[in-house]
């Protein structure tokens, strides 16, 4: 810690897409994680971690204000409306004495919005609202993004992020066809490592590392691609509510919900995200080195989570928004310092790491790195600090967590999951189901008109109605759901 300060340095690592059970740590049979698994071994794993609302705006709304979604006012997708909210993550520990930077993606809006970040080297990924003919020109991803700008002047006007022919948002699979030095996960923890060398030494730091992968395109290097392409992998979970005949209708257009209907293109899908992880993974190993290289290792808290995950199939879907395990499940690591530790009284870690079982959510990130740094918390935040229980040293109270998603389409959901099940009820059909979690971790078996659980589901769609109670959208009357309510994915 800084000698000045006192005070832990914070490193927060974020991926895009990534699920919460693709990791060695997590039990995957298949992906392969060895720096994020022994981060959880020296820290704690948050197996019950969630994205409230599973997209990237809404999710890294909840991210960076600490807010939950009916405060933030974001519960669905979509690009071009301003972020004006009153206190930022990044801005909170800038005024409590922190240097903080931000590489890679952001996805707020205006693209290049600070957040509260002194320093900011972005790279959004494939967003096409900002790269449309009358989007500004200082907001066109050309301008904005730096990544693009440093790999024009390595390789050229001609370079294309998309040249393998591969799609933002779909199952197509190929291998990145340049230098591996000059993928975009390789540029964050080149950029990272930088800011590490270059920082100001009279104060801590506040760095986010934040990948688009294993968001589509999956186009990890070919050596990555070759650990996944030939191996028999775990198939995607397939339960007795399936809706295969809607994978046969659209299962050959490329962003659709339904999946792939193609076997072959499907594991290849698999493989390519995979290994986008495992890429992702070694590139990690790289930024914990510099740490250790840096002399501040002990001295630093680490968090690593995703903003949502990936269906990659389970029950013929694919994508995000949904509120099934594979989409709304998100990984939680948190792994501070020996010193941060011992400053914190905290109890030494177990063998394998401490697993934690409360249900918690982006939302409590921003007051739980708040906490480490002896900084106060906005009383705009909805979220709790996990520190406590990331070292051993208290819990996670939080009963059950409401969560929700709004599209256009029959997609438009809403959910309360607790450590041990979810209900779900879709707000335009009125559709419901509901998952024991503890006995069925894959949702395969939908218990919703079984008689054993009646009286426990009854008490799940209590708490959601009392939870929309007073929605603009009218979400419920005289204390029952009411279906086909007109929807928007921004409450303004």
């Known amino acids: 810690m800084s000698r000045e300060t006192a005070r832990p340095n914070i490193v927060l690592i974020v991926c895009d897409q990534l699920r919460g059970d693709c990791l060695g740590a997590a039990g995957h049979p298949d992906v392969k994680t060895p720096y994020l698994d022994t981060l959880a071994a020296e820290g704690a794993l948050f197996e019950n971690a969630y994205s409230a609302c599973p997209s990237c705006i809404p999710a890294r709304a909840a991210l960076l204000t600490g807010r939950s979604q009916e405060h933030h006012g974001r519960v669905g997708y979509q690009d071009g409306i301003d972020w004006r909210y009153d206190h930022y993550l990044a801005e909170e520990l800038g005024n409590a004495g922190y240097q903080t930077a931000c590489v890679g993606k952001m ?153 792939c209907r193609d076997a072959e293109l499907r594991r290849q899908a698999m493989a390519g995200y995979y290994a986008c992880i495992t890429h992702v993974d070694h590139q990690i190993g790289r930024l914990v080195t510099a740490l250790e290289n840096d002399g501040t290792y002990a001295d630093t808290v680490v968090v690593f989570t995703s903003d949502h995950g990936e269906m990659l199939f389970d029950h013929s879907l694919f994508r995000k928004v949904l509120p099934y395990e594979g989409s709304a499940h998100i990984p939680l690591i948190v792994r501070a310092g020996k010193r941060v530790m011992a400053g914190r009284g905290a109890e030494a870690v177990p ?82 189901q509901y998952f024991r979690l503890d006995e069925d971790p894959r949702e395969e078996h939908d218990a919703i008109r079984d008689p054993a659980c009646a009286e426990r589901i009854a008490l799940l769609r209590s708490l959601l109605a009392e939870e929309l109670a007073g929605r603009r959208e009218g979400f419920v009357e005289s204390g029952s759901l009411v279906a086909g309510r007109p929807v928007s994915p921004y409450l303004g």
């Open 107 to 259: 996805h707020v809006h205006p693209p290049r919005l600070a957040c509260g970040f002194q320093t900011l080297k972005l790279h959004d990924g494939y967003i096409g609202h900002y790269r449309h003919a009358d989007t500004p020109y200082w907001q066109n991803q050309a301008v904005s993004d730096d990544y693009m700008r440093d790999m024009r002047d390595r390789l050229g006007a001609s370079f294309d992020v998309n040249g393998s022919g591969v799609e933002n948002n779909s199952w197509i699979a190929h291998p990145w066809i340049y230098e591996e030095r000059y993928h975009p996960t390789n540029w964050v923890v080149d950029e990272s490592i930088r800011f590490l060398e270059t920082r100001d030494r009279t104060r801590p730091f506040f760095l986010t590392a934040s990948f688009v992968r294993p968001h589509p395109p999956f186009d990890a290097p070919q050596s990555y691609f070759d650990g996944y392409y030939d191996r028999d992998l775990r198939a995607p979970a397939c339960g007795d509510w399936d809706d295969t005949a809607a994978t046969e209708r659209d299962g050959m257009v490329l962003d659709s919900v339904h999946g």
């Open 351 to 432: 063998a394998g790491g401490r697993r934690v079982r409360g249900v918690v959510e982006l939302r409590d990130i921003m007051p739980t790195l708040l906490d480490f740094a002896g900084a106060p918390v906005p009383d705009t935040v909805d979220g709790v600090s996990l520190a406590a229980a990331a070292l051993g040293t208290g819990a996670v109270g939080r009963p059950y967590l409401h969560g929700e998603h709004a599209r256009d389409r029959e997609q438009s959901n809403h959910y309360i999951v607790t450590r041990n099940d979810k209900y779900i009820w879709f707000s335009q059909s009125g559709r419901e």
